[in-house]
T-cell receptor, first 114, second 113 residues
Framework: GENVEQHPSTLSVQEGDSAVIKCTYSDSASNYFPWYKQELGKRPQLIIDIRSNVGEKKDQRIAVTLNKTAKHFSLHITETQPEDSAVYFCAAPSRGGQGGKLIFGQGTELSVKP | NAGVTQTPKFQVLKTGQSMTLQCAQDMNHEYMSWYRQDPGMGLRLIHYSVGAGITDQGEVPNGYNVSRSTTEDFPLRLLSAAPSQTSVYFC????????????FGDGTRLSIL
């Protein structure tokens, strides 16, 4: 069935270092790959997304890369800051039923140490 | 715009009780969905709807019912609450299907005793 695998489940970095989170998906028809950030006790919020017609997208310190052949995509955060500490989720749509449904990865808890 | 509004924010139920979690959006979004969030399990899709009158099951639909009589509202019903349904529930909406940015509500923290 549809599946989105996310690694690692926890990640600890020093302030200023880079962080990379990877996801793989199973539905080859997926065409939209968002990343969400969830701070403790808050709602998930979209930070960046990419569509299948591009291989990379950048927004200041964050970037997402997509490899459709291998069916994986990654989130890159450079020059990490303590406020980047949060849980990050990837997601991918899966066709079926009445229309596309969005399936989330298990989440990565990122801790940035000052 | 209020965005996506969920009520209540917190609820405690006894096993076997029924309850409806409310979700409303004022963005004229066609797509709405319900997720539950448990530690280490991420966000798991319960049910979703691609428009008024159309609903479908997600990954973990058992024990939950939904209906979509209007574009704005998408309530989630627990017919007979079980301790395994203790979780944080998020409602989300987007312009179409699952391939658009999702707007989440603030969540409902539900405890079943």
């Amino acid at each position: 069935g549809e599946n989105v695998e996310q690694h690692p489940s926890t990640l600890s970095v020093q302030e200023g270092d880079s962080a990379v989170i990877k996801c793989t998906y199973s539905d080859s028809a997926s065409n939209y790959f968002p990343w969400y950030k969830q701070e403790l006790g808050k709602r998930p919020q979209l930070i960046i997304d990419i569509r299948s017609n591009v291989g990379e997208k950048k927004d200041q310190r964050i970037a997402v890369t997509l490899n459709k052949t291998a069916k994986h995509f990654s989130l890159h955060i450079t020059e990490t800051q303590p406020e980047d500490s949060a849980v990050y989720f990837c997601a991918a749509p899966s066709r079926g039923g009445q229309g596309g449904k969005l399936i989330f990865g298990q989440g990565t808890e990122l801790s940035v140490k000052p | 715009n209020a965005g996506v509004t969920q009520t209540p924010k917190f609820q405690v139920l006894k096993t076997g009780q029924s309850m409806t979690l409310q979700c409303a959006q004022d963005m004229n979004h066609e797509y709405m969905s319900w997720y539950r969030q448990d530690p280490g399990m991420g966000l798991r899709l319960i049910h979703y709807s691609v428009g008024a009158g159309i609903t479908d099951q997600g990954e973990v639909p058992n024990g939950y019912n939904v209906s979509r009589s209007t574009t704005e509202d998408f309530p989630l019903r627990l017919l007979s609450a079980a301790p395994s349904q203790t979780s944080v529930y998020f409602c989300a909406s987007s312009y179409s299907h699952g391939d658009q940015p999702q707007h989440f509500g603030d969540g409902t923290r539900l405890s079943i005793l």
